[in-house]
């Protein structure tokens, strides 16, 4: 049986919670389908020793501040699942979980929205479905004659996985400077850490607030026709978060130029020379969950959903919220995407009306 609402929102993370936040605030008829068995979205299933960059009160989603625990600077993964489930049921949002979205049609004046445990027909959409679940691998030369353990960022958890063995992770953002201090700072595992380019460390007193107010005023200058003043890459790539400046201060988290290939049992230098490892992590970044959204044939020659703000160019019926700096400044963080959730909900509540 098709169900009939004003707006469908897919994905339960914190984008889609602020979302919800917003539209309950409107009273507008909605719900959210959230493929995750549970609340706390992508936090569930991240590693074991993250962090936050920011502390708890710079890490709030709209209308309730994330609480502090004694003790701890920044808060790490369970902390914020804790405040997502919270968030959830104070705010009563309809979620409903273990549903995924496959599919959002045009259907007349309304958007039909196909999930896994039915249908709804929305007059508009907010697709929030994040990263997570689209990790990237880059091409490179015999990924597949590596016969040793491959993971990526979503499978890491912790050190102890791997005692023993050698182990390189490829990656000079913050997810391959974090896993890779995580593994050096563990005296039982030999990490080898790769980057395309030398990373670049932020100051040591830079922080996610930093990092969302330099990302806010970027946005604004582009806003103004002001030039784009580099924004947080202007910066650094690399929070100095903790672990990463005690594995770098103690000579343990060196990056080694990319190497030119897989072999069988590891890779291969620009030089020729070998070095076997028993792992490769691939800390190589996602890209936007947006299968679903396939059939309104909206993606360009890049695969990319041309946005005006949140909302899609080619369907103003829909809106895409929380993938990142296109939809939004910082809106891919937890502080950051109240202000884009609200202006998406402010665009939808005009379009209802």
């Given at each position: 049986?098709?169900?009939?609402v004003?707006?469908?929102?897919?994905?339960?993370?914190?984008?889609?919670?602020?979302?919800?936040?917003?539209?309950?605030?409107?009273?507008?008829?909605?719900?959210?389908?959230?493929?995750?068995?549970?609340?706390?979205?992508?936090?569930?299933?991240?590693?074991?020793?993250?962090?936050?960059?920011?502390?708890?009160?710079?890490?709030?989603?709209?209308?309730?501040?994330?609480?502090?625990?004694?003790?701890?600077?920044?808060?790490?993964?369970?902390?914020?699942?804790?405040?997502?489930?919270?968030?959830?049921?104070?705010?009563?949002?309809?979620?409903?979980?273990?549903?995924?979205?496959?599919?959002?049609?045009?259907?007349?004046?309304?958007?039909?929205?196909?999930?896994?445990?039915?249908?709804?027909?929305?007059?508009?959409?907010?697709?929030?479905?994040?990263?997570w679940?689209r990790?990237?691998?880059?091409?490179?030369?015999?990924?597949?004659?590596?016969?040793?353990?491959?993971?990526?960022?979503?499978?890491?958890?912790?050190?102890?996985?791997?005692?023993?063995?050698h182990?390189?992770?490829?990656?000079?953002?913050?997810?391959?400077?974090?896993?890779?201090?995580?593994?050096?700072?563990?005296?039982?595992?030999?990490?080898?850490?790769v980057?395309?380019?030398p990373?670049?460390?932020?100051?040591?007193?830079?922080?996610?607030?930093?990092?969302?107010?330099?990302?806010?005023?970027?946005?604004?200058a582009?806003?103004?026709?002001?030039?784009?003043?580099?924004?947080?890459?202007?910066?650094?790539?690399?929070?100095?978060?903790?672990?990463?400046?005690?594995?770098?201060?103690?000579?343990?988290?060196?990056?080694?130029?990319m190497?030119?290939?897989?072999?069988?049992?590891?890779?291969?230098w620009?030089?020729?020379s070998?070095?076997?490892?028993?792992?490769?992590?691939?800390?190589?970044?996602?890209?936007?969950?947006?299968?679903?959204?396939?059939?309104?044939?909206?993606?360009?020659?890049?695969?990319?959903?041309?946005?005006?703000?949140?909302?899609?160019?080619?369907?103003?019926?829909?809106?895409?919220?929380?993938y990142?700096?296109?939809?939004?400044?910082?809106?891919?963080?937890?502080?950051?995407?109240?202000?884009?959730?609200?202006?998406?909900?402010?665009?939808?509540?005009?379009?209802?009306?």
């Open positions: 049986m098709t169900q009939h004003d707006v469908v929102v897919a994905g339960g993370g914190q984008a889609g919670l602020a979302a919800g936040h917003h539209l309950r605030r409107q009273g507008i008829d909605f719900v959210i389908l959230d493929a995750q068995p549970t609340a706390g979205g992508a936090w569930q299933h991240m590693w074991d020793s993250l962090h936050l960059f920011s502390p708890a009160d710079h890490s709030s989603l709209p209308g309730r501040l994330m609480p502090t625990r004694p003790g701890e600077a920044y808060p790490d993964a369970g902390h914020v699942v804790e405040y997502l489930a919270d968030y959830e049921k104070r705010y009563d949002l309809p979620v409903r979980h273990g549903t995924r979205v496959d599919a959002v049609r045009r259907d007349g004046d309304r958007l039909l929205v196909e999930a896994d445990s039915g249908t709804w027909r929305a007059r508009a959409v907010i697709s929030a479905t994040g990263t679940s990790p990237f691998l880059p091409a490179v030369r015999g990924r597949n004659d590596f016969t040793g353990r491959r993971l990526h960022t979503t499978g890491y958890r912790r050190p102890a996985d791997f005692a023993g063995q182990v390189i992770v490829v990656g000079g953002g913050n997810s391959g400077a974090q896993i890779a201090a995580d593994l050096a700072l563990h005296g039982d595992v030999t990490v080898k850490w980057t395309r380019r990373p670049r460390f932020l100051p040591d007193d830079v922080d996610g607030r930093v990092l969302f107010d330099v990302a806010t005023a970027r946005r604004r582009l806003d103004e026709g002001r030039g784009d003043t580099g924004g947080v890459a202007s910066l650094g790539d690399i929070v100095a978060v903790p672990p990463v400046r005690d594995a770098r201060d103690a000579g343990l988290l060196r990056a080694r130029p190497f030119s290939r897989l072999t069988a049992t590891g890779v291969q620009a030089d020729g070998r070095s076997d490892a028993d792992a490769i992590i691939w800390c190589t970044g996602f890209r936007p969950a947006l299968s679903h959204l396939a059939p309104l044939g909206l993606r360009g020659p890049r695969g990319h959903v041309a946005t005006a703000g949140t909302r899609a160019v080619g369907e103003p019926r829909l809106h895409l919220l929380g990142g700096d296109g939809t939004g400044p910082a809106s891919a963080t937890l502080i950051g995407v109240g202000r884009t959730a609200r202006e998406a909900v402010r665009q939808v509540t005009g379009l209802l009306r």
